[in-house]
Protein backbone atom coordinates (compact mmCIF):
# COMPACT_ATOMS: atom_id res chain seq x y z
CA UNK A 1 0.00 0.00 0.00
CA UNK A 2 2.53 3.04 1.57
CA UNK A 3 5.45 3.37 -0.35
CA UNK A 4 9.28 3.80 1.54
CA UNK A 5 9.42 7.21 2.48
CA UNK A 6 11.96 9.40 4.96
CA UNK A 7 10.81 10.56 8.17
CA UNK A 8 9.10 14.29 7.62
CA UNK A 9 6.75 16.53 9.43
CA UNK A 10 4.67 19.15 8.44
CA UNK A 11 1.83 21.49 9.81
CA UNK A 12 -0.86 22.46 8.30
CA UNK A 13 -2.14 26.32 10.04
CA UNK A 14 -0.14 25.28 13.03
CA UNK A 15 -2.94 22.66 14.43
CA UNK A 16 -2.27 19.70 12.23
CA UNK A 17 1.10 17.95 12.65
CA UNK A 18 1.32 15.43 9.88
CA UNK A 19 4.27 13.25 10.30
CA UNK A 20 4.99 10.79 7.41
CA UNK A 21 7.53 8.08 8.27
CA UNK A 22 9.22 5.08 6.20
CA UNK A 23 6.37 2.72 8.25
CA UNK A 24 3.73 4.91 9.11
CA UNK A 25 1.42 8.44 8.65
CA UNK A 26 0.36 9.99 11.86
CA UNK A 27 -1.87 13.22 12.36
CA UNK A 28 -2.25 14.67 15.52
CA UNK A 29 -5.21 16.89 15.35
CA UNK A 30 -5.27 18.89 18.79
CA UNK A 31 -9.22 19.81 19.38
CA UNK A 32 -9.93 23.52 19.13
CA UNK A 33 -10.64 24.90 22.64
CA UNK A 34 -13.88 26.44 23.15
CA UNK A 35 -12.91 29.21 26.22
CA UNK A 36 -16.89 29.78 26.64
CA UNK A 37 -17.50 25.82 27.28
CA UNK A 38 -14.53 25.42 29.36
CA UNK A 39 -15.37 28.20 32.09
CA UNK A 40 -18.87 26.89 31.62
CA UNK A 41 -18.55 23.27 32.09
CA UNK A 42 -16.30 24.44 34.93
CA UNK A 43 -18.80 25.87 37.12
CA UNK A 44 -21.48 23.66 36.05
CA UNK A 45 -18.89 20.24 37.51
CA UNK A 46 -18.62 22.98 40.70
CA UNK A 47 -22.20 22.57 41.58
CA UNK A 48 -22.22 19.00 40.43
CA UNK A 49 -20.07 17.80 42.66
CA UNK A 50 -21.56 20.06 45.93
CA UNK A 51 -24.21 18.11 45.21
CA UNK A 52 -22.82 14.54 44.08
CA UNK A 53 -21.79 14.91 47.66
CA UNK A 54 -24.53 16.36 49.24
CA UNK A 55 -27.32 14.42 47.89
CA UNK A 56 -26.65 11.09 49.53
CA UNK A 57 -25.98 12.66 52.79
CA UNK A 58 -29.38 13.59 52.39
CA UNK A 59 -29.91 9.61 51.87
CA UNK A 60 -28.27 8.51 54.78
CA UNK A 61 -30.20 11.01 57.25
CA UNK A 62 -33.46 9.54 56.10
CA UNK A 63 -34.61 12.61 53.86
CA UNK A 64 -36.51 11.90 50.86
CA UNK A 65 -38.76 14.25 49.06
CA UNK A 66 -42.48 14.01 48.42
CA UNK A 67 -41.86 11.66 45.47
CA UNK A 68 -40.24 9.16 47.41
CA UNK A 69 -36.95 7.09 47.23
CA UNK A 70 -37.31 5.81 43.70
CA UNK A 71 -37.84 9.65 41.86
CA UNK A 72 -34.47 10.87 44.50
CA UNK A 73 -32.60 7.40 43.49
CA UNK A 74 -33.42 7.85 39.86
CA UNK A 75 -32.79 11.49 39.70
CA UNK A 76 -28.96 10.95 41.26
CA UNK A 77 -28.22 8.62 38.96
CA UNK A 78 -29.21 10.47 35.93
CA UNK A 79 -26.81 13.43 37.26
CA UNK A 80 -24.12 10.80 38.21
CA UNK A 81 -24.03 10.36 34.60
CA UNK A 82 -24.36 13.71 33.68
CA UNK A 83 -21.86 14.90 35.15
CA UNK A 84 -19.06 11.95 33.89
CA UNK A 85 -20.25 12.95 30.54
CA UNK A 86 -19.40 16.72 31.64
CA UNK A 87 -15.92 15.94 33.26
CA UNK A 88 -15.62 14.10 29.82
CA UNK A 89 -16.84 17.11 27.44
CA UNK A 90 -14.22 19.27 30.53
CA UNK A 91 -11.41 17.22 29.81
CA UNK A 92 -11.44 16.66 26.21
CA UNK A 93 -12.00 20.81 25.65
CA UNK A 94 -8.72 21.40 27.75
CA UNK A 95 -6.60 18.75 26.58
CA UNK A 96 -8.02 16.65 23.62
CA UNK A 97 -6.83 15.66 20.73
CA UNK A 98 -7.10 13.45 17.78
CA UNK A 99 -4.73 10.97 16.95
CA UNK A 100 -4.71 8.93 13.16
CA UNK A 101 -2.23 6.36 12.41
CA UNK A 102 -2.41 4.51 9.08
CA UNK A 103 -0.13 1.53 9.33
CA UNK A 104 0.15 -1.85 8.14
CA UNK A 105 -3.26 -1.57 6.28
CA UNK A 106 -5.01 -0.17 9.26
CA UNK A 107 -6.64 3.23 9.79
CA UNK A 108 -6.59 3.87 13.97
CA UNK A 109 -8.39 6.66 15.29
CA UNK A 110 -7.51 7.83 18.99
CA UNK A 111 -9.58 10.22 20.39
CA UNK A 112 -6.89 11.10 23.34
CA UNK A 113 -6.89 13.19 26.96
CA UNK A 114 -3.90 13.27 28.33
CA UNK A 115 -2.03 10.24 27.14
CA UNK A 116 -5.36 8.07 27.90
CA UNK A 117 -8.03 7.37 25.33
CA UNK A 118 -8.94 4.80 22.95
CA UNK A 119 -8.28 3.24 19.68
CA UNK A 120 -10.98 2.63 16.89
CA UNK A 121 -8.92 0.51 13.92
CA UNK A 122 -10.62 0.21 10.34
CA UNK A 123 -9.14 -2.12 7.64
CA UNK A 124 -7.47 0.35 5.20
CA UNK A 125 -9.11 -1.75 2.13
CA UNK A 126 -12.49 -1.21 3.19
CA UNK A 127 -12.41 2.33 3.42
CA UNK A 128 -14.65 3.94 0.75
CA UNK A 129 -15.01 7.75 -0.08
CA UNK A 130 -12.55 10.02 2.07
CA UNK A 131 -13.29 12.93 1.75
CA UNK A 132 -13.56 16.98 3.22
CA UNK A 133 -17.08 16.72 4.63
CA UNK A 134 -17.74 19.78 6.64
CA UNK A 135 -20.66 18.88 9.01
CA UNK A 136 -24.08 20.35 7.99
CA UNK A 137 -26.51 21.75 11.03
CA UNK A 138 -29.25 19.22 12.06
CA UNK A 139 -31.51 20.10 14.81
CA UNK A 140 -33.07 16.52 14.26
CA UNK A 141 -29.66 14.68 14.20
CA UNK A 142 -28.45 13.51 18.59
CA UNK A 143 -25.03 14.37 17.53
CA UNK A 144 -24.71 17.78 16.58
CA UNK A 145 -25.65 18.50 20.50
CA UNK A 146 -22.42 16.24 20.96
CA UNK A 147 -20.49 18.36 18.12
CA UNK A 148 -21.68 21.54 19.92
CA UNK A 149 -19.27 19.67 23.55
CA UNK A 150 -16.23 19.24 21.09
CA UNK A 151 -17.12 15.11 21.52
CA UNK A 152 -18.14 14.11 18.29
CA UNK A 153 -18.35 14.25 14.73
CA UNK A 154 -15.81 15.70 12.09
CA UNK A 155 -14.78 17.05 9.08
CA UNK A 156 -13.15 14.13 7.66
CA UNK A 157 -15.92 11.12 6.79
CA UNK A 158 -15.21 7.97 5.37
CA UNK A 159 -17.39 5.13 4.24
CA UNK A 160 -17.08 1.57 6.08
CA UNK A 161 -19.07 -1.11 6.31
CA UNK A 162 -22.61 0.47 5.15
CA UNK A 163 -21.61 3.28 7.67
CA UNK A 164 -19.98 6.79 7.19
CA UNK A 165 -17.63 7.52 9.84
CA UNK A 166 -16.47 10.77 10.83
CA UNK A 167 -12.69 12.25 12.63
CA UNK A 168 -11.04 15.99 12.25
CA UNK A 169 -12.96 17.58 14.95
CA UNK A 170 -12.93 21.23 14.85
CA UNK A 171 -11.07 21.26 11.97
CA UNK A 172 -12.38 23.63 9.12
CA UNK A 173 -13.04 22.84 5.65
CA UNK A 174 -9.42 23.72 4.37
CA UNK A 175 -7.37 21.68 6.94
CA UNK A 176 -9.58 18.73 6.17
CA UNK A 177 -8.98 19.09 3.19
CA UNK A 178 -5.13 19.25 3.05
CA UNK A 179 -5.36 16.27 5.96
CA UNK A 180 -7.71 14.24 2.97
CA UNK A 181 -4.81 15.01 0.36
CA UNK A 182 -1.81 13.98 3.18
CA UNK A 183 -3.64 10.64 3.56
CA UNK A 184 -4.66 10.04 -0.34
CA UNK A 185 -1.17 10.48 -1.39
CA UNK A 186 0.41 8.31 0.35
CA UNK A 187 -1.82 5.49 0.67
CA UNK A 188 -3.99 5.45 -2.70
CA UNK A 189 -5.76 2.60 -1.28
CA UNK A 190 -7.71 5.30 0.86
CA UNK A 191 -9.69 6.56 -2.24
Do not use: H, N
Not at 111 to 135: C, N, S, T
Amino acid sequence: MGQSRSSSSSSLSSRVMIMDASDCLRLVIPYSRSWFVVGFLGFWLCAWAVAEVVIPFRFLEGEAPSGGWSLMVVWFAVWTVAGVLAVYAWLWQVMGKEIVIIQDGRLTLRRDIGGFGWDKVYELEKVRALRAAPVVFDPMDLSMALQLWGIGGGAIAFDYEGKTRRFGIGLDETEAKQAVAAIKKRWRAAD
